[in-house]
C-alpha cells in the first residue's frame, strides 16, 4: 500500500511560509503607499515592484509542486461544506497569487510606464485598459486579504480547537523526527 | 492527535483566535488610513483641486489645458561625465512633450494663469525612459506637502468676486517666511508672450550619478533660443499661447537650452523654495527642440503620466518631499481621469 502523506512536502512548507510573510507585507506596503506622499511612498512602491516580482516566481514554482508532489489529505470526519470551502478558498488564493503580479506588471504596461529591470510590456498603452487593471489590482488585493483572513483563522481553528493535525501539517519546523502521535 | 476541544476552552480559544484576526484586520484598516488620525494624502490633495476649480472628467486634475507636442533632444555631451545617464551622451534622443498652463480648469484663459509648464518624455536607445515635468518659477513658495496644502486652501477662490481673499493668501505668506524667494520672483515676473520664449524650471533638485558612482545635485532648466517679448496687456483670444504655438510651429522648430545647475555641498538640495546662489556651476546638456504640436489634448502625451520620479539611471531623486508628493499626486491624478476615461467615455 502506498503511503499517504501525514504532512506537506518541506519544500511546499518553505515556500508556504516565506510566501505568506512576503504576501502579508506587500498587501500592507500596497495599502499604505497608495495613502502615502511623503518618501516613504517613493522606495514602498519600488519594493512592491520588487515583493511583486518575486512572489510571480515563486507561486509558478509553488503551483508546479501542488501538482506534482502528494499532499496530505483534510481529515476524514470534516464535514462536507468545510471541505468544499477548504477547497473553494485554496483554489482562489492560487488564483489570486499568480493574478496579482501578472495585473500589476500588465497594469504598468498599460498605463505607459517604464518597467522594472526591462521587463517587456505585457499589454499595449492603453489608459482605459490600465483604469480596469488599476481598479482589478485594487480590489483584488482586498479580496485577497480577506480570504488570507479566513484561511489564517480556519488554520488556527485546526490547530487549537479541532487540534486534527492539519496545522501541523504545515508546520514550518522540520516534522521528519517527530512521533505521528504528537501533541499539536 | 488530541481530541477537539468542547465547552469553555473551545469558546475561549474561538474568541482569542477572532480576536487576533480582528488585531490583523485593524492593522490592515490603519496602514491603508481608514482608522487612526486623520493625515494628508494624495486623494486629498487632488479632491480640493476638484473642490476649487471643479470637476472635469477625463482632464488632469492640475496643469489641466495643455498641448501635446513631440520633437527630439540635442545632447552636448558636456553632462557626460556628471551622468551616466544615456540622454546626456546619445546624439539625438526622441522627446514627446506637453505645454500647459497651470490650474486644474480646462476652459481657463491662457493669459489668465501666471504659472506655465512643459513636461517632457525623453527615450533614448538603451530603452530607459526620463520624464521631467517643469515650470516657470525657479522655486515654489513651500517646502513641505502640508504647506502646500495650506497655500492651495489659502488660494481658494472666493465666492463674491472668483479670485483669492487677498487677506488669507497674505496670511499665508506671513505664516510661511520661506516663500520669500517665491514672492520675489512673482513681483519681478514679466510673462513672456510664448511657450517659445518662456523658461521652465525642474523646481526640485536631483542628483546626477556618473560612472563611478559620484553624485552631483543639480538643478535644471529649460531656456528660450527664442528672444524674450512681453506679453502685452489686453489678449481677448482664451486659446492665445496654444494659437502662437502652432503658428510658430508652422514656421520652423522651437529650440531651448537644456542646463544643469550644480550645487555645491552647503546648497538646498532638499528644500525647493529657497534658490542657490547665481554663481554656481553650470554645465549646458544639449538643445531640445520641437518640431511639431498635435490638437487640444490629442497625441503622445496624453495617456501619460509626467511622474518626475520616472528616471533613468543616472538620475537619482533628492530627498525633497515635495518631489515624493508630486510624484504621489501625479499618480492619484492618472487614477482618477483613467478610471473616468474608462467608465465615462470621458477624454479631454
Not at chain 2, 44 to 52: C, G, M, P, V, Y
Not at chain 2, 170 to 193: L, M, T, V
Request: glycine share 6%; with cysteine; hydrophobic share 45%.
Amino acid at each position: 500500500m502506498k503511503t499517504v502523506p501525514v504532512a506537506f512536502h518541506p519544500l511546499a512548507r518553505l515556500l508556504h511560509w516565506l510566501m505568506a510573510v512576503l504576501i502579508l507585507a506587500m498587501l500592507f506596503v500596497g495599502v499604505s503607499m497608495i495613502s502615502d506622499l511623503s518618501p516613504r511612498h517613493t522606495w514602498l512602491l519600488s519594493l512592491h515592484k520588487a515583493i511583486g516580482l518575486a512572489l510571480l516566481l515563486l507561486v509558478l514554482v509553488r503551483i508546479v509542486l501542488r501538482l506534482t508532489v502528494p499532499h496530505p489529505p483534510l481529515p476524514a470526519d470534516l464535514p462536507t461544506v468545510q471541505r468544499l470551502a477548504a477547497g473553494a478558498s485554496h483554489l482562489l488564493l492560487y488564483g489570486l497569487m499568480l493574478a496579482m503580479p501578472l495585473i500589476g506588471w500588465g497594469m504598468l504596461s498599460a498605463g505607459g510606464y517604464p518597467l522594472p529591470l526591462h521587463l517587456p510590456a505585457l499589454l499595449p498603452h492603453d489608459l482605459q485598459l490600465y483604469a480596469v487593471l488599476r481598479q482589478a489590482h485594487g480590489w483584488l488585493a482586498y479580496v485577497l486579504f480577506a480570504t488570507v483572513l479566513v484561511h489564517l483563522g480556519a488554520a488556527l481553528v485546526h490547530g487549537l480547537v479541532r487540534r486534527d493535525g492539519v496545522l501541523r501539517s504545515m508546520s514550518p519546523a522540520p516534522l521528519r523526527n517527530r512521533q505521528a502521535n504528537d501533541q499539536d | 492527535m488530541s481530541t477537539p476541544l468542547h465547552g469553555r476552552p473551545r469558546a475561549l480559544r474561538l474568541a482569542a483566535i477572532g480576536l487576533g484576526l480582528s488585531a490583523l484586520a485593524a492593522g490592515f484598516a490603519y496602514a491603508a488610513g481608514w482608522i487612526g488620525s486623520e493625515r494628508l494624502t494624495p486623494k486629498r490633495i487632488i479632491d480640493t483641486f476638484e473642490a476649487q476649480a471643479g470637476h472635469y472628467p477625463g482632464y488632469r486634475k492640475n496643469h489641466a489645458k495643455g498641448l501635446c507636442v513631440s520633437g527630439y533632444f540635442l545632447s552636448s555631451n558636456q553632462a557626460a561625465s556628471l551622468s551616466r545617464a544615456r540622454v546626456f551622451s546619445q546624439q539625438r534622443v526622441q522627446v514627446i512633450g506637453r505645454f500647459a498652463i497651470g490650474g486644474s480648469n480646462p476652459y481657463s484663459a491662457d493669459t489668465s494663469v501666471p504659472t506655465r509648464s512643459l513636461a517632457l518624455q525623453l527615450s533614448s536607445d538603451d530603452g530607459q525612459v526620463w520624464r521631467t515635468g517643469m515650470n516657470t518659477p525657479p522655486v515654489l513658495a513651500v517646502n513641505t506637502p502640508e504647506a502646500f496644502y495650506q497655500q492651495v486652501l489659502a488660494m481658494t477662490p472666493a465666492p463674491a468676486t472668483g479670485k483669492p481673499d487677498p487677506a488669507r493668501v497674505q496670511a499665508f505668506f506671513a505664516a510661511h517666511p520661506e516663500s520669500a524667494a517665491f514672492r520675489q520672483w512673482a513681483k519681478d515676473y514679466k510673462a513672456p508672450d510664448s511657450f517659445a520664449n518662456s523658461s521652465f524650471n525642474s523646481i526640485n533638485a536631483f542628483a546626477l550619478v556618473d560612472d563611478a558612482g559620484n553624485r552631483q545635485y543639480v538643478r535644471w532648466s529649460l531656456l528660450p533660443q527664442t528672444p524674450f517679448a512681453a506679453l502685452q496687456g489686453q489678449v481677448d483670444d482664451r486659446d492665445y499661447l496654444q494659437h502662437d504655438l502652432q503658428q510658430r510651429l508652422r514656421q520652423g522648430p522651437l529650440r531651448w537650452t537644456l542646463r544643469l545647475t550644480l550645487a555645491q555641498a552647503a546648497d538646498a538640495v532638499d528644500d525647493p523654495s529657497q534658490p542657490w546662489p547665481a554663481e554656481r556651476r553650470s554645465v549646458d546638456a544639449g538643445t531640445l527642440v520641437i518640431e511639431q504640436v498635435d490638437g487640444p489634448e490629442q497625441g503622445a502625451c496624453r495617456d501619460l503620466n509626467f511622474d518626475p520620479l520616472i528616471l533613468p539611471s543616472g538620475i537619482e531623486p533628492s530627498a525633497d518631499p515635495i518631489l515624493a508628493a508630486r510624484s504621489a499626486a501625479y499618480a492619484e491624478s492618472f487614477n482618477r481621469r483613467s478610471r473616468e476615461a474608462a467608465q465615462l467615455g470621458a477624454r479631454p
